[in-house]
């Protein structure tokens, strides 16, 4: 099975070793350039970065493309985006761990991230990440032994109304019960078993 480059270092980057049936996705071509490091990911955040013209008023800008191509934020990458912007280091590490998309380790393939505000508090948002951490047995801030789900909390997601809420890949449920999260993660997470345990594509 092809798959993009990020999950592949995600595997490589928490020590996990890489499925067998899972193949590297051929990368869209950059037009021949190469960056000094050797990693062409970091093409994308000085593309980023060029483009505000490197004001330090686009660090979180800058950040999120960082956190899209590597998958999370490395403290080599947090001191490469500090150099490059001339911001101290001090502030870009404030800025990203005030924003609750950010992490500073792989995460896994699904990310369910539980807001812990506190109107999301009162409405027993507790009981959601006691929910998850039972049937994944793994805490808060942990990911599952095989890569496949991080368990995030985060400070306030900004749905106050909707509260209790999650946040899975990206997709905001609101009014959640640990019943409702616990399914639809087991869902995310069981299509993908199955996907890894296809055949491994030949040719």
């Known amino acids: 099975m092809a798959v993009p480059i990020l999950i592949i ?18 990368p869209a071509t950059t ?51 500090s150099n490059q912007l001339n911001v101290p280091m001090s502030q870009v590490y404030g800025v990203a761990t005030f924003y609750h998309m950010f992490t500073f380790e792989p995460r896994g393939e699904h990310n369910c991230i539980i807001c812990k505000g506190t109107a999301c508090h009162v409405k027993d948002a507790d009981r959601i990440i006691q929910a998850l951490s039972e049937e994944f047995n793994i805490a808060a801030g942990e990911t599952t032994p095989d890569g496949l ?12 109304s909707l509260a209790p809420v999650i946040v899975l890949d990206g997709q905001v449920y609101g009014k959640e019960t640990p019943e409702n999260v616990n399914r639809r993660v ?11 345990a296809q055949p491994m594509e030949v040719g």
């Open 9 to 26: 270092h995600n595997y490589q980057a928490s020590g996990r070793e890489t499925p067998e049936n899972m193949t590297l996705q051929e």
């Open 31 to 81: 037009g021949g350039e190469v960056h000094p490091s050797g990693d062409e990911r970091y093409l994308s955040i000085d593309r980023t970065m060029k483009q505000s013209k490197y004001e330090k008023d686009s660090l979180l800008e800058v950040l999120n493309a960082a956190q899209e191509v590597f998958g999370y934020l490395s403290r080599d990458l947090l001191i490469y985006i």
């Open 149 to 160: 789900l991080s368990l995030t909390i985060a400070r306030c997601v900004g749905s106050c």
């Open 186 to 196: 087991l869902e995310a997470v069981s299509r993908s078993k199955e996907e890894l």
